[in-house]
């Protein structure tokens, strides 16, 4: 049974059977089902998302939109904190507020800035818990097909 489904799909693509070289007609169908399918896919699902978390900003002042936030991640236990060879065992977590800002241009372009200070917090080597902050800016261009992001973080 093997044999013959090897057999078949070998003297399929050989024989000239139905290639889509063979037909001039199998080119034009391929890109007229191309193009009629094209508008669905007009839209990234990055440049949705950027857009949805624009919408949903909390505050909006003239061209921006505010969205705060409170950060409560790096949630664990930590077996060797300093990667040493004499481990030192330890629970943290990090928690704090973070804003993020968008503005955007005709909803095409849209600039982004977050900020968030975080406390780092250990649970018995007093010495690492700090602050730490958190800088990130960012430009999105949002094109029909294609989305592009450049941005800095501090």
């Not at 078949?8 to 193009?35: D, M």
């Not at 699902?45 to 936030?69: C, M, N, T, V, Y």
Request: net charge positive; with cysteine.
């Amino acid at each position: 049974m093997i044999w013959r489904l090897r057999r078949h799909r070998g003297s399929f693509g050989r024989a000239g059977g139905a290639r889509c070289g063979a037909r001039p007609a199998c080119p034009v169908i391929l890109v007229v089902l191309l193009l009629a399918v094209s508008p669905l896919f007009a839209r990234t699902w990055k440049g949705d998302e950027l857009l949805r978390q624009f919408s949903l900003a909390s505050w909006k002042l003239g061209p921006f939109h505010i969205r705060p936030a409170i950060v409560l991640n790096d949630f664990g236990y930590d077996s060797n904190i300093y990667s040493t060879n004499d481990p030192v065992k330890d629970y943290a977590f990090t928690v704090g507020p973070a804003v993020t800002v968008y503005a955007a241009i005709k909803k095409t372009i849209v600039f982004t800035v977050s900020e968030s200070p975080r406390y780092v917090y250990y649970l018995e080597t007093k010495r690492e818990r700090t602050w730490n902050n958190y800088f990130r800016g960012d430009i999105h261009f949002l094109f029909n097909r294609f989305y592009i992001s450049a941005g800095v973080s501090l």
